[in-house]
């Protein structure tokens, strides 16, 4: 009612101002509203932070598990991690990418194997990210888990770089085969440098039930009519199910689980500083710390 | 044992929620206030005591702590309090009512009317420049309270109280600073009036 007019109307008047008029005005409002003057928001400017660095480095973020962010284990597992990033080139991939990964066969004649899959998720902190590409090789559904710091990838390539509605793409198992099916051969679609990662808005239809999970209670953005698909025995079922929506609204809860921005600052730093030294010794030239949306 | 952000059910007919993409894309600072890595069991009055209840609890506290801007309550309360207004601060500062997950958590931790207004154009201006903690936690002496009489013999029950509020409130300070009365003009003649007579006294000797 009222709450929501007054919500309404604020939001509009903030997005008035927010539009840009002139660009000092702009960003003076911004200013403002960013509490740009505090100490960490300057060095975050000095850094070049990445706003998007959780999913862009999931890798280096800390444990979803407060009892294991030990602060000597995980720098001495970026030391690895950074020195590993050095000797592999690592690009730039999200959850919904296409994404090839060229591992080591022994026994393969050309002792190399190639995989081409959708990336469904990306999991573990640290030396143990792994990420779980998906496609389907005549007709049967595959899907291969990869550790990112495995020493026996030679390479990963992103094929395509977009985002998808959600994090997780597991429901693509129940889906239906077209819509994990990607052409191995496919050639590289260029991301111009600059522009933001473009987000798929597809909405994946799935297969009659009955599914692995029960994707019609809380379905996921990028899957359509879940709850329409799903047969009157799961629906009945609904009435006994104890659906955990309001747990989006526990701020402390994602607050222990998630990512600060002090943690991000101090890697980024680590980052470039390793950057800059191995640059400096003249072996190479890589770069780890850099960003596919950032302008050049 | 805290869960990891994955959708899997840990519970007996309990699913959590999806993960979908997240709202928010830029990370948050750090909360400046103690953020225990277990949350407490707060008990409710009458009704089930799970994890919808306790966050309930934390709302109303929550919203009267927007409305009032201190207030007097049990401490484990207040302890527990205490960093969920800090992240509702915080975001209101950092990211402002235009952000979409902001705009969401704000309406869902201040249902009342206006509270939204006060915590985007009155508490969030406070802390634009000004570094965290937003709010401040004292303790009070305990309380005992009376809960009942057996056999003509009372039963108490004791609390421990504390007092939660935001920085910048129009209230006087919780722990006042001593002040001193030297200035006053009746202290001053007074003073003046027993120098005099010292000066006196010594010219005698």
């Not at chain 1, 792994?130 to 990869?146: P, S």
């Not at chain 1, 987000?199 to 994946?204: P, T």
């Not at chain 1, 950057?275 to 949306?293: K, N, P, Y």
């Not at chain 2, 302890?79 to 235009?98: C, D, F, H």
Request: charged share 25%.
């Amino acid at each position: 009612g009222m709450r929501a007019v007054v919500s309404a109307a604020r939001r509009a008047a903030t997005a008035a101002a927010a539009a840009p008029t002139s660009g000092g005005q702009s960003a003076v409002a911004g200013k403002k509203c960013a509490g740009e003057s505090t100490a960490l928001r300057q060095r975050a400017k000095a850094l070049r932070h990445i706003d998007e660095f959780p999913e862009i480095y999931p890798d280096f973020v800390q444990s979803p598990v407060w009892n294991r962010r030990v602060p000597l284990r995980e720098q001495l597992e970026r030391a690895d991690m950074l020195e590993r990033r050095m000797q592999l080139d690592v690009p730039e991939f999200y959850v919904g990418s296409i994404v090839a990964v060229t591992t080591t066969a022994q026994y393969l004649g050309a002792k190399e194997h190639r995989f081409v899959g959708i990336c469904i998720r990306r999991e573990k902190p640290g030396l143990l990210h792994q990420f779980t590409l998906r496609n389907v090789i005549d007709g049967q559904g595959v899907e291969v888990m990869y550790e990112l710091y495995n020493p026996t990838i030679k390479k990963i390539e992103t094929l395509k770089l977009e985002k998808r509605l959600d994090s997780d793409l597991s429901y693509l198992i129940d889906a239906h085969p077209e819509f994990s099916t990607f052409d191995p051969h496919m050639e590289p679609v260029a991301h111009p440098a600059g522009t933001p990662v473009p987000v798929n808005q597809l909405k994946v239809k799935l297969r009659p039930p009955p599914w692995t999970r029960r994707w019609e209670v809380m379905g996921p953005a990028g899957v359509a009519n879940a709850w329409e698909d799903a047969t009157p025995w799961y629906k009945r079922k609904f009435h006994k199910t104890k659906v955990n929506d309001y747990e989006k609204y526990d701020l402390i809860a994602a607050y222990r689980t998630g990512s600060t921005l002090e943690h991000e600052l101090k890697v980024e730093e680590e980052m470039q500083e390793f950057e800059r030294q191995r640059h400096a010794a003249g072996l190479t030239r890589r770069r780890i710390f850099r960003s596919a949306a950032a302008a050049k | 044992l805290q869960m990891a952000g994955r959708s899997s059910s840990s519970l007996p007919l309990l699913i959590r929620s999806f993960s979908s993409r997240p709202l928010s894309n830029a990370t948050l600072p750090t909360i400046q206030a103690a953020v225990g890595h277990i949350p407490q069991k707060l008990k409710t009055n009458g009704i089930e005591p799970n994890r919808r209840a306790r966050l309930e609890v934390l709302r109303k506290i929550v919203t009267r702590m927007v409305r009032e801007e201190r207030a007097e309550l049990q401490w484990n309360r207040a302890v527990e309090t205490r960093p969920y207004l800090e992240r509702l601060i915080q975001l209101a500062v950092e990211k402002g009512p235009s952000d979409e997950y902001t705009a969401e958590m704000v309406e869902w931790w201040l249902p009342e009317p206006g509270l939204d207004y006060k915590l985007f154009d009155v508490i969030a201006p406070r802390f634009s420049s000004v570094p965290a903690p937003f709010t401040g936690l004292y303790r009070l002496p305990s309380k005992r309270l009376e809960q009942y009489i057996q056999n003509k013999r009372v039963f108490w029950k004791r609390y421990d109280i504390g007092v939660l509020e935001i920085e910048g409130n129009p209230f006087p300070a919780v722990v006042s600073t001593p002040s001193t009365h030297s200035h006053l003009l009746l202290n001053q003649l007074l003073k003046k009036s027993l120098e005099a007579k010292l000066e006196t006294m010594k010219e005698h000797k």
